[in-house]
Every structure is written in structure tokens, then in C-alpha cells.
């Protein structure tokens, strides 16, 4: 029983770590994702193109290698050292670690660039008599873009936006490789302490509770846009 | 004006790849200034392991600690990939390895050692009943720790055919203990300090496995102007006899030759 307990502490000690990250990574990833899909579909050539550059790579390579890379490669290269948090707020600068930040700034680079595929799919599937139609009402592009498009956009994307929502509290998983003490460290530990194996799926069903939340939370959400059907 | 602010954004994107700032500066230095010295280690009995109470504990973190005391700066004690300790030291991540690391000529070109302060071996742990015997280990399936000094005997010495590399020394025990691995090569500083108790009540260390004699060392970045003071520190802590208390606290095989 003392044992139960000690693992179901230690587990939801990591899943806090789990969802800080899956948030703040939400948080930083839906506008950043924003501005690389301007960027993207940007008129401006070199713009564009670089941008795509930057996708091509953050897509085209695993994230735990990106991970790896933005933890190490600055102080490897005498660049710089991740900053310490230095509050004197213990649960806080244990928190907020060097490696969660480094972790965290790799997925939320990450995810942008997967989220700006999925926002310009969304822009471009709108048709083009849309917006010939705002112009022939007189508004500008900007009234164009906020008051007809986004929100049709926003319906369109829900449900490849919570694909990868999905995915992403499962890729938490992938700090551990800069030891984030996160579900699956504090999981494995027990595996290398203690020689326990269940804590590890007992982890797993962490995952599938939350999961289980968010697709309510998504069919919801699917659910009340419904009057736009087109 | 639109031009203009993709200029700038352009601009902006180039620059932060470029950003560089100076970190050349002497390691004893930085650990006082930071006011810590931060130890990277794995939980390894009985070098670095946690008490009932969740505190650092073990051969390496009591003298790691008293270290830390003598340069006047806090002991971090921070859990790392073993895989990955040489890329935590050179990207300043971590200040030293003091987790009875071998000290291998390989490694010994990536990163500096400090004195030898222990001795060891590799052993082969096996189920306790098993038929296998000491000249079987070649053919069995062996089970190491991906990067330690296990891992090169399974490869060099015993030249095993069938190596499964895994992520610690305690997740090679428990392949055995599973089933997965009939053997364990790792070492005998931990086999004796685990095996045949607790969890691993099971396992015994196999007669007539022992292979190579390694010595243990302190890990620093190559240059590292802490390598004085911390060799000064473990020839003083064995001259006044607190490492021989700690070695007899916690069965380990010192270096006594190196010490003096």
C-alpha cells in the first residue's frame, strides 16, 4: 500500500511535468505557428523560402534529435548555456530547469512548424469567391481575412489541430531523453531502483485518461461550430 | 511597408542563428561564482543512490558533497543519461562525472580523469540455479549497460554473439530477472552491493566470470583547472583517513596506490 501511494506520487509528480509542458508548448507553438505560416505563404521570395527551409528541417527530422540538439549543441559550441531559474522558489527552479526550457523550446518549435502546415491548408482551402466577393462589398483585406475567413478556418482545422494534440502529450515523453523528469522518467526509475515494471503502464494509463478528456473536448468543441456548416 | 516588415522578420530569423556569447572562463571560477558545483551521476549503488527520505547518498555523493564544502559552493547532484555524460560536460550542463566511472583509454580522450580513487572489476550475474558456467557466457544472451566499461568486456574480452545494450547497469539486472537476458555483465562494485537482496534476491554473481582489473575516476572537461583541487582533495580526504571509513561504510575496493 505505502508503496501504491509512493508510486502514484512520484507518478503525478511527472505528469504535472507532462502537462506544464504540454501546455506552455500549446501556448507558444499556436501563435508561432501563426507567424510561420505567414511567412510561408509570404510574397516576399526569400522570406518564403527560408521559412520553408526551417519547416522542411523541423519536420523532417526527428524531434528527440532536436531535443538533443538544443539542449547540447549551444554549450558544445561555446554559444551559450542555458539559464538557470534562480528565483529561490525551490518547486520553481526545479520546475522550470534548464532541461524542461530546452526541452520545451524544441517542442514548441516543433509543433509550430507542423501547426503552420495545418493553418495554410486551412487559409488556402477557402474559396477564392470569398474574397472576391468582400472586395466587391467594399472591405479591405484585413476585414476580409478577420471577419469571413478565420473563422471558417478555425472550423476546418479542429480536427487535424487535435490530431496533433493529441500526439504532442505523447511525445512529452521524449524530454526524458535530456533526463526531464517527467511520466515516463519517473516511471523508468522505478523500473531501475526498484525493479518495477507496472508503474511504467500504470503511466500509461495517465496518457489514455487524458487523452479520453481532450477527444470530449474536441468532439465539444467540433459540435458547437457546427452552424457553419458550408 | 509590407517589403519592409519581411525584411526585418528575415533579418531577425538570420540574426538569432548567429547569436554568440563568451563562455571562456575557468572552471573553478564559474563553479564559485554560480555558488555550486553540480555532480552528474545515476542512480548506481552504492556510489550514488537516494535514502528513505529522498537525499543523496553513497560512496561518490558523501565525497562529492564534502568537495563541493571545500570549494565553498553547494553540491547539485543531478541525474543524466549515462549515454550522454560526455555531451552534459562539454556543453557546461553538468561541472563533473562522479559516478564510479571506469576510466577507460577510449573516454580518456573525450574528457579528463582525476586520480584513481577505486578499483574494480566486471562481474557476470546470472539467476541463481542457472546451468550456465563461465565459458557459456559467450553464447548466451548478455545483457550491458549501452556506454560502460560491461558493455566493452561483452564486446572485447568475452566476444559475445548475442549483446543486448540497455540504458543502466540495473536495467541489464532486471533482463535477467525477466528472462529476456540470460546473463548480466556489470559491475562488481554494484553486483555486491545488490545482488542476492531485495528485488534481486534471485540473482548471484556467476564463479569464475571476472573479468578485467578498471579503475574508478572522477570525469572533468578536457583542461579543467578543477582537476588540481580535486586531486588535492581526495589525496588529503584518504591521508586523513575519511575515505577508508567511507570504503569500508560502503564495500568499496580503493585505489591505494594512486592515493598516496
Redesign the interface.
Known sequence: MELFIEVFSKLGNGFIIALLLFALTLILAIPLGLVMCF?TM???K??SL??KL?VWVLRGTPLMLQV?AI??????L?????P?MNTGWVWFDNTFS??FIAALVAFAINYAAYFSEIYRGGIESIPKGQYEAGQVLGLTKKQVFFKIVLLQVIKRIIPPMSNEIITLIKDTALAN???V?ELIFEA??F???????WPLFVAGGFYLVFVGLLTILFGRLEKKLDYFKA | M??II??I??AV?LCTLF???D??KSDVQSVKD?GKLVVGVT?YPPMD??DDNGEWTGFDAELAQQFAETLGVNCQI????WD?KV??L????IDLIWNGMTASDELGEKIDFSVSYAKNAQVAVVKKGSTLTADGVKDAKIAVENGSAGATVAEETVKGTNINKV??M??A??EV??GTSDVAIIDITMAQSVVGK???ADLEILDGASYGDEIFAVGLRKGSDLKAELDAFLKAKYADGTMTALAEKYNVGLNTDALK
Open positions: 511567412c509570404s510574397k516576399f526569400p522570406l527560408f521559412s526551417i538533443f539542449f547540447y549543441l549551444p554549450g558544445l561555446k554559444l551559450f548555456v542555458w538557470q534548464t532541461r531523453t535530456i533526463a523528469y523508468k526509475e523500473m531501475t531502483v526498484d525493479g518495477l515494471i | 509590407k517589403k519581411s525584411l522578420l528575415t530569423i547569436i554568440s556569447c563562455t571562456a554560480a542512480v543512490y537516494l543531478v541525474i543524466i543519461k550522454n555531451a552534459e562539454n556543453s557546461n550542463q540504458g543502466a540495473v536495467d539486472l532486471n530477472l525477466a531485495g528485488v534481486y
